[in-house]
C-alpha cells in the first residue's frame, strides 16, 4: 500500500465542483464520490480537514451586482457554505464515515461552533471536520478561510480541488496558448496576479510556509494521488 506523505491535510473544495455540470446546486453523485476518497484518506491514517465554498449557491457581492450591501451579501455566502457543509456531512454520515460541522458563525441547533482545540481533536481521534461559513467575516473569501484553519489546525498540506487542473500563465479557457505549471512559488503567483487564490490567501499561506496544491476535482482520485506524492496538479510553495 503506497504511504500517504502527508498527515494532516486541509482539503478545500469549490462550491461549483459540488454542483458537478449542473453549476449549481448539489450532485449528489461527486459528493459522494469525493466522501469515498475521504473514507479512503482516514484509511491510510490520514487526518483530514475540508472546507467547502459556496458558489453553487451564492457568492456573496458577485452574485449581488451591487444591488446589496457587502457585508449582508458575504454573510448570504456564508449561509451557501453551511449548507453544502450539511450535504456532504450526510453524505459522510452515511458511508459511515465519523464526522463534525464547525461554524465560524454560531448556529448552536446544526453544527457546532468553531473551537480549534476541539477541532483538532476530532481530527486525532480519526473525525473528519468539516469548517463552514469561512472565517465569519464579511470582505474574506472561503479560500482565506481555508488557509486560515490549516493554520490553525497545523495541517501539512492544503489541498485546493477546483474545476481547473492546475496553475496557468492565464486563463486556459481564454488563452489556448496559456502554460501548465508544475509548480511555482508564492511571489510568482502574486507578481502575475494568477487565479489560484485571492491575493490574501496567497500571502496568508506564503507567510505561515504552508504549500499548496491545486488540481481538479473532476477525478476525485486526484486527492488520494496528491496525498501519496504523485505529480499531480500545481503545487504552490516557496
Wanted: hydrophobic share 45%; with cysteine.
Amino acid at each position: 500500500m503506497v504511504k500517504p506523505v502527508y498527515q494532516r491535510v486541509l482539503l478545500k473544495i469549490s462550491g461549483e465542483a459540488l454542483a458537478g455540470e449542473k453549476h449549481t446546486g448539489l450532485a449528489f453523485e461527486v459528493i459522494g464520490q469525493v466522501c469515498d476518497v475521504i473514507k479512503e484518506c482516514l484509511d491510510m491514517g490520514v487526518q483530514v480537514g475540508l472546507v467547502v465554498g459556496g458558489g453553487n449557491f451564492w457568492r456573496g457581492a458577485k452574485n449581488s451586482g451591487g444591488k446589496m450591501e457587502r457585508t449582508r451579501a458575504d454573510h448570504m455566502g456564508m449561509l451557501a457554505t453551511v449548507m453544502n457543509c450539511l450535504a456532504v456531512a450526510d453524505v459522510c454520515e452515511q458511508k459511515g464515515i465519523p464526522v463534525r460541522v464547525q461554524t465560524a458563525v454560531e448556529m448552536r441547533a446544526v453544527a457546532e461552533p468553531y473551537i480549534r482545540s476541539r477541532a483538532i481533536r476530532h481530527l486525532e481521534k480519526g473525525r473528519v471536520v468539516i469548517f463552514g461559513a469561512g472565517t465569519g467575516n464579511p470582505y474574506f473569501s472561503t479560500d482565506t478561510a481555508a488557509v486560515l484553519r490549516a493554520a490553525e489546525i497545523n495541517a501539512d498540506v492544503i489541498l485546493l480541488a477546483k474545476n481547473v487542473d492546475g496553475v496557468y500563465s492565464a486563463d486556459p479557457v481564454k488563452d489556448p496558448s496559456a502554460v501548465k505549471y508544475d509548480s511555482i512559488t508564492y511571489d510568482e503567483v502574486l507578481a502575475q496576479h494568477l487565479m489560484v487564490m485571492d491575493s490574501t490567501a496567497t500571502s496568508l499561506s506564503m507567510d505561515n510556509k504552508i504549500p499548496v496544491l491545486l488540481f481538479a476535482l473532476k477525478d476525485p482520485k486526484n486527492i488520494i494521488r496528491a496525498i501519496c506524492g504523485e505529480k499531480v496538479g500545481t503545487i504552490v510553495g516557496d
